[in-house]
């Protein structure tokens, strides 16, 4: 699933995008209204997540805009304005769901499981076939388990495939985060499955696809 969230909050913004990737989502950002018009243009999104009050043109214009357009993709809000009227009027205009902030980055994403997210989502590689909603995975017909923190390795991996993955968001997968435990189980990985996985000195690592 590709989002597109528009937030001018850097802060938020950067650790909604990094927790997003971790859970399997592809996501661009916009800090103001009218940069949303531009990655629009050159790109297909899945969802999309607004704040309201942005630079240059705020979130209630923006997804106007878009819907004039002819753009059905399904919105999100989430913004600080509680009141009655602002909620009104962005489900008005088109929007599928409201969070208030502060919130939760786990109910933003249970949200966007239960909504959007088909079931029936399935990545192929090699010979494995990964259903990232259901996270189970399959080998030549054959389901194959993996424990707990290389299921969560392989899932940040295989649904950022040709993307480099930071290394800090595959640590959090870690009962006891430290780089040499995580090459270790990456490389466990590798041998398991099969797995190409290369390492971006600095950055972290990415799967590539084949």
Request: proline letters at 3%; aromatic letters at 8%.
């Amino acid at each position: 699933m590709k989002i597109l969230m528009l937030e001018d909050d850097e802060i938020l913004c950067e650790s909604l995008q990094e927790y997003l990737q971790g859970e399997g989502f592809e996501v661009d950002v916009a800090h103001d209204g009218e940069k949303v018009y531009d990655l629009t243009f050159d790109n297909r999104y899945d969802l999309y997540i607004f704040d309201i009050n942005v630079p240059k043109e705020n979130g209630f214009d923006v997804l106007k805009q878009l819907k004039a357009a002819d753009d059905e993709t399904p919105t999100i809000y989430i913004t600080a304005l509680i009141d009655i009227n602002s909620i009104s009027k962005g489900f008005a205009l088109g929007a599928e769901d409201y969070i208030k902030k502060p919130f939760d980055p786990e109910e933003l994403v249970i949200r966007i499981k239960s909504k959007y997210l088909k079931s029936d989502e399935t990545i192929c590689y090699k010979d494995l076939i990964y259903n990232p909603h259901t996270k189970t995975l399959q080998k030549e017909g054959k389901t194959i388990g993996l424990g707990e923190v290389q299921l969560a390795l392989f899932h940040a991996l295989i649904t950022n495939l040709d993307k480099i993955v930071s290394s800090y968001t595959l640590l959090e997968a870690l009962e006891q985060p430290n780089p040499n435990a995580l090459r270790v189980n990456l490389a466990k990985l590798k041998s398991r499955l099969g797995l190409d996985i290369k390492n971006i000195r600095g950055q972290g690592y990415m799967l590539e696809k084949v």
